[in-house]
């Protein structure tokens, strides 16, 4: 049936609000450049000490840690050809380190690189070469962001659409699916965590994981397509193609993303659960159809994956293990594929009748499974995945190897603010950490819960047959998964932004198409209708309110960032010629003659602009156990002597402060291993402000980033500062009262 005018026309508006959306969503991801890119002027303003050295201050500056080593490892790509593995820049003296991330991220990045500018000529990866690569690549993330709220569009407009137009609808034509796109785009480009991660020159995998985290619910939406009023589907006889296609494409998009960042298997264990529970239905055709969608999932995953697992440096380490990409990650997926399909093929073996092609096609639907069967399935599904991963070598000893080495002296991931909950966010309130994460839509979440609930609970309705309710139950499952994730570590908060913007289109697009369909008899259908409605006049108000907010950033707070970011990154780039090379920078595995000491967020900033290998980075203890805690022991050391006894083990010949360091001090000093009264020795707190002691004073960080009485530097025996910033702040950060020093400090040790 071909759509009728009124339906394309609705098409069509829909198309155009999709496209504002998309605009709007870069625009906001863009708003704050002026924080980032130093013009002419700027750059006039600068001292001579950071814009006099052949012009190697860039014109955007790129201050996100973790995009400063994607952006060196792009580099590295470039000029070797593939992306390196191994890196001793990360963990000086110990050697070279296994990076965490796998490779895929940056070689899209060099890919691009090679696509738009070519290869590095015969001079090398030149200042101007780099300078141009970062102009383009500053302003993926907001295009990534862009896409991602399309693709969060189309999801949820799939997730509501039930049908071919007409086929239940009086009027042969629903606004429903296009309301529930455009209230999903908008919640998502307007969301503050997602908007903050496809910030502008934020160059991270995380707003590429959210692309496909939004196509991988896409693509749910058409494994699990059937469903409509009729009870026998005769209009799904493509049924089980959708559930072929599907089921490539979504395993597909998630070995793309466990190859960008091994985190994502906890939403392709979400995938499994879902399979998992679809199997178990009351009808054997949509269970057949689970199986082997889900099989086909994990055996495409293990497909995309493998490459790059055989070639992964942490075999030698953690062989077996999937907390990072070993062999065990594809054999994991291999496991589950054979676990959901065996048990369905081995009851199409016992069965009386030819199973058919296609298990979904009409004259079979009307069939349905005892209690007894989908029992036996809920029993079988775990123990053949159980008996493939007790057949796969050494995968159970390296898993719980994986796990142990994750855990032993790991003093990373409470370290920084994105493992941090959402409680300390809003300052020991829940409500507050959503609200600034999550805008208003997010304290619309449990309102969103109920409703997929109850939309679950209906779609599961045998008497009217499944409305999909498979797909919806999955969208549930990402929701409360990611949720339960986001609240305790805010990382996870922008892979929740996906179905909690998907949701947000859903739930009151399902209750439009019931107004549509006239469905309001009764005093319980007419008050879901006036929530659904309220709901969605909610998310809309609440991304328009959010996307003001986004909107206008302060002009002051921008200028000071901006003056913030050229100072350090002016110190880094005269690092880079005013300072001897250690060796070569475009030889990942090549030998240093020296390091570089620092606070660990400072680490890959230095690997970048600088070009110099550093003692820790922001990895922390999964690329350096040692040198982690042996990095913050020097920056709380209060003997000089021992200090310099320190850098001679650590190797660093050069030691770069920040004031902001200082104010690290009590987080270094319990990464260092200080029991909990030495911790408390160098500061009190006080309704929330820090006051450091006399003791605090007499660090070595406080006396190389801080002024002396004056505003001359602390004279340190055995160091020599040979750079520092004439702007100063505050170790509070910014213009904030406090004890001051140059934004950055850069010493060098003497004999």
Partial sequence: MRPSRVQALVYALGAVGLVLVMGLAFDLREARAGGLILDDEARAALPATAAGHGGLVPTHLIDDPDAAYHLRRAELALVTGEVPSLDRFLNHPAGGSAVPWPPLFDGMLSFFARLTQGRPGSMGLTDAYEAELEARLVHLPPLLGALTALAVALAAGAFTYRGRPGLYLRRGYTIAPTVAALLAGLAYATLPIAAWYGDVGRIDHHVAIALLFALHHLAFARIFACGSFESDDSHCELRGLDATFGGITAGFLAGLALLIWLASALFVAVAGISFYLACAGRRPERSEDARRAGALYFLTATLVTLPAALASPWNETQAGSVINLTLGVPMALFAAAVALWLPGQLSSWMSRGPAGPLPGIPGRTMVSRSWRERLACLFLVPLFGAIAVAVLPGFLGGLREGFAWASRGNLFM??????????????????????????????????????????????????????????????????????????????????????????????????????????????????????????????????????????????????????????????????????????????????????????????????????????????????????????????????????????????????????????????????????????????????????????????????????????????????????????????????????????????????
């Fill in 414 to 751: 409470d370290v920084v603010d994105e493992s941090r909950p959402l409680v300390e966010v809003g300052q020991g309130s829940l409500l507050r950490g959503v609200h600034a994460d999550l805008g208003l839509v997010g304290l619309a979440l449990p309102f969103l819960l109920l409703g997929l609930v109850l939309i679950v609970q209906r779609s599961l309705d045998g008497r009217r047959g499944q409305l999909r309710a498979e797909a919806r139950l999955h969208l549930l499952l990402n929701l409360v998964v990611f949720a339960t994730l986001a609240v305790s570590q805010r990382r996870f908060g922008n892979s929740l932004a996906v179905p909690l913007a998907v949701s947000a289109g859903v739930v009151p697009g399902l209750v439009i198409g019931r107004i549509e369909e006239g469905l309001l008899s009764g005093l319980w259908r007419k008050t879901v209708a006036v929530c659904g409605v309220l709901l969605a006049i909610v998310v809309l108000v609440a991304g328009l309110q959010q996307g003001r907010a986004l909107s206008a950033p302060d002009a002051a707070t921008l200028d000071d960032t901006r003056a913030w970011r050229a100072e350090v990154l002016g110190g880094l780039r005269w690092m880079r010629t005013g300072t001897e090379v250690p060796g070569p920078w475009t030889m990942a595995m090549a030998e240093q003659e020296y390091g570089v000491l620092s606070g660990w967020g400072m680490g890959h900033l230095i690997e970048y602009h600088a070009r110099r290998p550093v003692v820790t980075t922001n990895f922390g203890s999964f690329v350096g156990p040692k040198s982690f805690p042996a990095a913050a022991a020097a920056l709380v050391e209060r003997d000089p002597a021992r200090f310099l006894e320190q850098l001679d083990e650590l190797d660093a010949a050069y030691v770069v402060v920040t004031p902001r360091i200082v104010g690290d001090l009590a987080s270094n000093a319990r990464i260092a291993g200080l029991t909990g009264p030495a911790r408390q020795a160098l500061f009190t707190k006080l309704d929330g402000k820090k006051t450091f002691s006399k003791a605090a004073a007499e660090t070595m960080a406080w006396r190389l980033a801080v002024t002396g009485p004056g505003g001359a530097p602390n004279e340190v025996p055995g160091l020599e500062r040979v750079y520092s910033s004439r702007r100063k702040e505050s170790i509070f950060g910014g213009r904030k009262a406090g004890p001051v020093g140059p934004v950055i400090s850069i010493w060098r040790r003497v004999e």
